[in-house]
């Protein structure tokens, strides 16, 4: 890896040590989180020519992300997604400049292609070629993909009781899938320790780690910042507030440094308030909870970016919408039969969201509002089949031609 020191560089999250840019997941003093840092000013002529016209997201956006070289890039067309202005949604919320970013139209289905792209080609700068992940479905879908691409092995760990979409998309890539077992209550612990563990574990091995949180690849949220970037450019300035999905804290922790690197790169003069939607019925600890009790240290998945996005909501002003399932699903319902967008249950979080704040009152009117959809519902067709209790859905009716037809 040739990246200078002064164009681009690692930076311990709590004590600001400088690393150079390389094979470097923690930091190598202390073991701690890293985050990729950029030189702004340096960056902020190539940048400013290229992120608001067509292109690739690596043409866009290439002055800050890693690797520079491009020839290491290992790409699918990540990025570009649409940003669709809502019309019945907002309606009945009292909206009027309500936009969704469609993360769903990723090659793989999810916003988790924009990270693997960033990530798989740091790998390939390295001249590595074998990767490891523990996935709810969607990374696993993403390094599946990325890796036959490259030509690459792609060891993918899920739950046994991961959606059969999301199994099966794995295995058509050829990934070598490992089901493990789901976290049930008095297991939720033991799974969230795979994720945990997978750095040691992997570094043991050669194996890269690709597990979409700062603590285990920093340079997974990388992509995630691409959001914000082409959020702004579409509207042509920065949204007054943004909706995010909550699971791991990646996507928001990433939308915020996104805005953090376009102010400083002389882009924009604000950075919105920053929402998240986070389920809570599942022994979820709360973003917000995690160093209490009985969270810390009981049967509770600890989201491994949750300080982070903790911390963006807060120095933005933003909230944290506890939700459960119904409100999930409603989220979903509305998406599908008001603006023909199928999401799956993760994908809709910051939507439902959205309209627990509406419903509240804590959204003016007039504000421009953007709802980052993360992910498909293909990925989750049990999940769709419960819409019903939300919106009937119309039984199919056999006919063998169009005189059948009651209309």
């Given at each position: 890896m040739t990246d200078d020191l002064n164009r681009a560089w690692l930076t311990n999250v709590k004590t600001g040590t400088r690393y150079p840019i390389g094979p470097t997941l923690r930091a190598p003093d202390d073991g701690g989180e890293i985050s990729v840092t950029f030189d702004l000013d340096a960056a902020a002529?190539?940048?400013?020519?290229?992120?608001?016209?067509?292109?690739?997201?690596?043409?866009?956006?290439?002055?800050?992300?890693?690797?520079?070289?491009?020839?290491?890039?290992?790409?699918?067309?990540?990025?570009?997604?649409?940003?669709?202005?809502?019309?019945?949604?907002?309606r009945e919320l009292g909206l009027k400049n309500l936009?969704?970013?469609?993360?769903?139209?990723?090659?793989?289905?999810?916003?988790?292609?924009?990270?693997?792209?960033?990530?798989?080609?740091?790998?390939?700068?390295?001249?590595?070629?074998?990767?490891?992940?523990?996935?709810?479905?969607?990374?696993?879908?993403?390094?599946?993909?990325?890796?036959?691409?490259?030509?690459?092995?792609?060891?993918?760990?899920?739950?046994?009781?991961?959606?059969?979409?999301?199994?099966?998309?794995?295995?058509?890539?050829?990934?070598?899938l490992y089901l493990v077992p789901a976290p049930t209550p008095g297991h939720v612990r033991s799974y969230w320790q795979l994720y945990a563990d997978l750095g040691a574990f992997c570094a043991a091995r050669d194996i890269v780690p690709m597990i979409s949180a700062r603590p285990v690849n920093p340079f997974m949220v990388e992509g995630t910042k691409t959001i914000a970037f082409e959020i702004t450019a579409s509207l042509g300035q920065v949204p007054d507030?943004?909706?995010?999905?909550?699971?791991?804290?990646?996507?928001?922790?990433?939308?915020?440094?996104?805005?953090?690197?376009?102010?400083?790169?002389?882009?924009?003069?604000?950075?919105?308030?920053?929402?998240?939607?986070?389920?809570?019925?599942?022994?979820?600890?709360?973003?917000?909870?995690?160093?209490?009790?009985?969270?810390?240290?009981?049967?509770?998945?600890l989201p491994l970016d949750g300080d982070w996005a903790d911390g963006a909501i807060k120095a933005t002003g933003g909230t944290l919408t506890p939700l459960g399932a119904d409100a999930i699903a409603e989220a979903q319902t509305w998406l599908a039969t008001k603006e023909g967008i199928f999401a799956e249950p993760q994908g809709a979080y910051a939507a439902a969201a959205l309209m627990a704040a509406a419903r509240r009152g804590e959204i003016d009117p007039e504000a421009t509002v953007t709802c980052v959809v993360t992910g498909i519902g293909l990925k989750d067709m049990g999940a769709a089949r419960r819409f019903a209790e939300f919106a009937p859905q119309r039984p199919p009716i056999k006919a063998t031609g169009l005189d059948d037809l009651r209309i």
């Open positions: 002529e190539v940048f400013a020519a290229r992120w608001k016209t067509a292109g690739s997201m690596w043409e866009r956006f290439g002055a800050v992300l890693t690797p520079f070289d491009q020839s290491h890039v290992v790409s699918i067309g990540e990025g570009n997604t649409p940003l669709v202005r809502s019309e019945r949604f907002a936009f969704f970013k469609l993360e769903g139209s990723n090659p793989t289905g999810s916003f988790k292609d924009r990270q693997m792209s960033v990530a798989i080609s740091m790998g390939r700068s390295w001249g590595r070629s074998r990767y490891a992940t523990v996935s709810s479905g969607n990374v696993g879908n993403a390094l599946s993909a990325y890796c036959a691409k490259a030509g690459y092995d792609a060891i993918v760990l899920v739950a046994e009781d991961t959606a059969d979409g999301k199994r099966d998309q794995i295995s058509v890539y050829g990934a070598q507030m943004v909706f995010c999905c909550v699971g791991g804290g990646g996507l928001l922790g990433g939308v915020y440094k996104g805005f953090q690197e376009l102010v400083g790169l002389a882009q924009a003069t604000a950075i919105p308030v920053i929402h998240g939607g986070q389920r809570i019925d599942r022994n979820y600890a709360p973003i917000d909870k995690l160093h209490e009790e009985p969270y810390a240290s009981g049967d509770y998945y």
